[in-house]
């Protein structure tokens, strides 16, 4: 079992171990989730490594990762846990034929742990080699206000009841790490039982590590370009801006394409992989993309 | 203010003591700060250690914040009270009663209070009014973020306070009769019902024990149902300067009647620029509602430019406030200067966005109203249903526009008029 890091730095090294390159502030708040226990509430705008992060976490640390996808209308029995009713039916059928259907026995037989579906949470709770897991409870926004009531609970005790086997409380409280897109506001009771932080695009220099931990193949030159590239298109009115994961992907494309530098036609050819409503497309096609990739050019000119 | 519980704390010097005058400083800035966020935040920096300047803030800052509106006034917070802690309790001190005095206690007691009384007769007084500082904080940076009017933007600021009689008695008897029933929307989520369509084991499981395992009866489930949101997009540019403050009225009573429909009520309004009203419209008192708006909205009366405030809404809110399903009232006369074109592609991303967009235009009460003006044309096609809003029995008809998906008001109508106008125009 390995150790939580034992400060800051440690953990900014620990995720640079699985690619996974952090600002200070990320860094922080992640090593205070550790060493205080508490769940981290990650928001910010798609595509900017809130779920990478719970992912790196995970194997730096040789945790087992859970993952809970919200959506609308996740209920207790798709997020906790489920009865097995197939297999009770036939339980019940089979002690009928042997004559035995008593009813005390039955309930104490057919509401064990035999015939318990774990979900994400309840695994969670559970105890798992290496230590308490991780657990990734992506896109929170996403569950209406029920669940996410429901969610407060488990996460201030750690524990969950089911109501015919009694409470399952976790004996070491896995490592919770929440994200949201903002697609709505969730609700302070929940955020104040975490650490926030809000992730924002990273800098140029920041976003050059990234690529390079993320997309080694690429030459220094293109890096260069793509990412000065995305930060300006970032600066424009755009209803959806590209995020790190577009970079990495459009990086990944430019490769794949044999690619050595930016031109306008590349650029338009590749726009797909970077942006992805129609409107904003539409907006960088022909003179726009040259003007950017110009502006771009130009910011990477003095270094 | 609340009283401060006293917090037993561990006193190791000097650093408990200002991390807790930090968080009350934070507090009158306005972020909502309990003492258990104190506690962990003094738990953090002992656990994080106390070595650099960048990594406390970082610290502080994961405990302290919670959305990203507050990230600027923690930054400045920060940076003035880790200065010099008095120098922010100073500061504090003065502007507190300057502020409390000119904006709120005069207002309360005229206009407001009457107000509160005669409207909300039913309901319990609206609670004492509170500290202003995080408007004015986040007024500020607001002003900072938008402050890039052209030379022709009128800033004229409408004065609330005066409420004529009529005004008053109408808004009066409109929230007497506003009672909008909203149809609510089914939900993925299931609740037990003995006419519902969907089995639901495990309760019959369990019901099926008390007889030794014989299923009986099958219990059933069906999905449960949610109220929607609302979006208000409302104009108040010039030509809409006699229309839009009643239209506000009827806004603050929809978004003021809690558990009577709308999940959530946001409210925008837009003259030469888009301004959130949402924060303002929650004031129980709908004189001070009102006034708070029109402090914050600065181009009332102004000219529209409703292509570039619906452009505004798309990028910046349409993602944070839509994502439910909401339905969208959009409140103008259509009368805009920008180019069409422009306009018909921000009306479609708004309808793409929205459950429906209901266009309310106060132009429709003339019975000869065609489309003939081009913001008109262009965003005819790509609203849902279009109605009057003239009057208040027009409003109360707009509730079931609302709920019933069927309805298209005086689209068809005017969009046979716009294609028979085609070809000249």
Redesign the interface.
């Given at each position: 079992m390995t150790q939580n890091p034992a400060?800051?730095d440690a953990v900014q090294q620990l995720l640079a171990g699985q690619d996974y390159v952090c600002g200070?502030?990320l860094a922080?708040?992640a090593?205070?989730a550790l060493?205080?226990g508490?769940p981290l509430f990650l928001?910010g705008e798609a595509g900017t490594g809130k779920t990478e992060i719970a992912k790196a976490l995970a194997a730096a640390l040789d945790r087992r990762l859970i993952r809970l996808q919200c959506?609308?209308?996740l209920?207790a029995?798709a997020a906790v846990y489920?009865?097995n009713?197939a297999a009770?039916m036939i339980a019940?059928r089979a002690?009928?034929a042997a004559g035995g259907?008593?009813?005390d026995l039955?309930?104490a037989e057919?509401f064990t742990e035999d015939f318990l579906i774990e979900r994400p949470l309840l695994q969670a709770m559970r105890p798992q080699p290496g230590g308490a897991p991780v657990l990734l409870i992506d896109e929170v926004?996403?569950t209406?206000e029920?669940f996410e009531a429901f969610l407060l609970e488990a996460l201030s005790d750690f524990q969950v009841t089911i109501p015919e086997l009694g409470t399952v409380r976790a004996p070491e409280p896995p490592i919770v790490i929440l994200t949201s897109?903002?697609?709505?506001?969730v609700h302070?009771a929940l955020?104040?039982r975490c650490?926030?932080?809000?992730v924002d695009y990273p800098s140029f220099e920041r976003e050059i590590e990234i690529l390079h931990a993320r997309a080694p193949e690429a030459s220094e030159t293109l890096s260069r370009e793509v990412v000065a590239f995305v930060q300006r298109l970032r600066q424009e009115?755009?209803?959806k801006k590209p995020g790190v994961a577009e970079t990495i992907d459009w990086a990944k494309c430019l490769l794949a394409l044999d690619v050595i530098a930016l031109s306008p036609e590349v650029i338009s050819d590749t726009l797909g992989a970077i942006l992805k409503y129609q409107?904003d497309i539409a907006r960088l096609q022909g003179m726009e993309a040259k003007r950017i990739l110009d502006e771009a050019r130009r910011s990477l000119e003095p270094a | 203010m609340p009283a401060y519980p006293d917090l037993t704390l561990p006193e190791d010097g000097k650093l408990v003591h200002n991390i807790t005058h930090f968080a009350r400083a934070l507090r009158r800035a306005g972020l909502?700060i309990?003492p258990?966020?104190v506690q962990?935040a003094i738990?953090?920096v002992a656990?994080?250690?106390f070595t650099e300047k960048?990594?406390f803030y970082?610290?502080l800052?994961?405990?302290f914040?919670?959305?990203?509106e507050e990230?600027e006034i923690f930054h400045q917070t920060f940076r003035l009270f880790w200065r010099d802690p008095r120098y922010m309790e100073h500061m504090m001190a003065l502007l507190l009663p300057a502020m409390r005095g000119v904006q709120e206690e005069e207002r309360a007691a005229e206009a407001a209070r009457r107000a509160a009384e005669a409207l909300l007769a039913d309901a319990e007084m609206p609670p004492a009014p509170e500290t202003l500082e995080s408007d004015e904080e986040e007024t500020r940076i607001e002003i900072d973020a938008t402050a890039t009017a052209s030379a022709e933007e009128r800033l004229r600021q409408l004065d609330f306070e005066q409420m004529t009689v009529a005004e008053m008695a109408a808004a009066k008897r409109m929230l007497a009769r506003l009672a909008l029933p909203v149809k609510p929307l089914p939900?993925?989520?299931?609740r037990p019902d003995s006419h519902g369509h969907r089995p639901d084991?495990?309760r019959t499981?369990r019901a099926?024990?008390?007889t030794?395992?014989e299923i009986t009866a099958i219990a059933r489930r069906r999905p449960a149902t949610?109220w929607p949101a609302l979006v208000v997009l409302c104009d108040i540019s010039g030509s809409m300067a006699a229309y839009s403050r009643m239209v506000l009225h009827f806004v603050h009573a929809v978004a003021n009647r809690q558990g009577q429909g709308w999940a959530k009520v946001h409210a925008f309004t837009f003259g030469t620029r888009l301004t959130n009203i949402t924060r303002h419209l929650r004031r129980r008192d709908v004189d001070a509602a009102l006034a708070a708006a029109g402090r914050e909205a600065q181009d009332w009366q102004g000219g529209t430019r409703i292509g570039e405030s619906v452009h505004a809404f798309?990028?910046d809110w349409s993602?944070?406030?839509m994502?439910?399903g909401a339905v969208v009232l959009l409140i103008t006369d259509g009368l805009d200067r920008g180019a069409p074109a422009d306009l018909a592609?921000e009306m479609e991303?708004l309808r793409l966005s929205a459950r429906r967009v209901v266009w309310i235009n106060p132009l429709l009460r003339w019975d000869g109203f065609a489309p003939r003006a081009q913001g008109v044309r262009a965003m005819l096609p790509h609203v849902d249903t279009l109605r009057a809003g003239h009057s208040i029995a027009s409003l109360e008809a707009l509730a079931e526009a609302i709920s019933d998906p069927q309805d298209h008001g005086e689209k068809a109508r005017l969009l046979a008029a716009l294609a028979g106008d085609a070809p000249g125009g």
């Open positions: 400060s800051i200070r502030a922080t708040v090593f205070l060493k205080l508490r928001e959506y609308e209308g209920d029995a489920e009865w009713f009770q019940i002690a009928e259907a008593d009813r039955l309930t057919l926004d996403r209406d029920p897109n903002r697609t709505r506001e302070d955020k104040r650490l926030y932080h809000w009115d755009l209803f409107d | 909502p309990g258990g966020r962990t738990e953090a656990a994080a250690g960048a990594d970082w610290v800052h994961a405990c914040v919670n959305r990203p990230r939900t993925r989520r299931l084991w495990r499981f099926s024990l008390r030794g395992g949610r798309n990028r993602r944070r406030v994502a439910q592609r991303r």
